[in-house]
């Protein structure tokens, strides 16, 4: 039997700009300008052995991952949540085509798209931080990056890649069992799935079939993201 959580106003209003989010970052599967960068470029040929199997990048991506900032900060996020860091990567990949810098018609912006609404101005290491602030300091981004996923991981919702990915895309999912719907008070299984079709395109679902956990992990596996 599905599961349905009730969330506060706070909470649900968090969730609601996920789903912006989700209808416009790259993790979202639909055929996206910086999603396609990221397809084209260089090989994983020209990448060091920690990032091998992530697929192509572009020469930006490649420029990111040889970053001294990132490569450090990177170690400290996969050493907190205990994931490994090519899962983070393919991660940030399928969300931003890794340009620290993108920003998308809503304003998300980042590796992993952070949005108006959902938590910004941030403060980091004692400095407060706007959207635009956060996509030019990569190290502020990586931090703040650690930040929201360490609480994923602390809360116990991020116990593997597919829990990271889930958590990304709806926090309040990760962690539930299989058969829990992707839908909130206020927002329905209906309305997640059909701002999100290229999930249940794939899956070979009608698109406005309810999305549940069980289906984003098979999501995951299928594109060899888990």
């Not at 992530?54 to 400290?76: R, T």
């Not at 116990?156 to 309040?172: E, M, S, T």
Request: charged share 25%.
């Amino acid at each position: 039997m599905a599961r349905v959580i009730r969330l506060t106003e706070q909470e649900l209003k968090g969730i609601l700009s996920d789903l912006i989010k989700m209808s416009f970052s790259g993790i979202n599967p639909k055929d996206d300008s910086k999603t396609q960068d990221s397809e084209d470029g260089n090989s994983d040929d020209n990448t060091s052995s920690t990032y091998k199997r992530i697929g192509k990048v572009s020469a930006k991506g490649q420029q990111l991952l040889d970053n001294p900032i990132f490569k450090e900060k990177l170690k400290e996020i996969s050493s907190a949540i205990h994931i490994d860091e090519r899962s983070i990567i393919k991660l940030m990949k399928h969300e931003s085509g890794l340009d620290p810098t993108i920003k998308n018609s809503i304003g998300c912006v980042g590796l992993i798209q952070f949005c108006p609404g959902g938590g910004m101005p941030k403060t980091i290491n004692g400095k407060s931080y706007t959207l635009d602030e956060i996509r030019y300091d990569l190290e502020a981004q990586m931090d703040a990056i650690k930040e929201f996923w360490t609480k994923g991981y602390n809360n116990g919702k991020i116990k593997r890649p597919a829990d990271l990915y889930l958590y990304n895309f709806f926090p309040v999912a990760a962690g539930k069992p299989d058969d829990f719907v992707l839908q909130a008070k206020g927002l329905s299984a209906s309305t997640v799935s059909r701002a999100n079709p290229g999930f249940n395109k794939k899956l070979g679902k009608p698109v406005s079939s309810p999305l549940t956990v069980g289906d984003m992990k098979r999501y995951y596996q299928e594109t060899g993201m888990a």
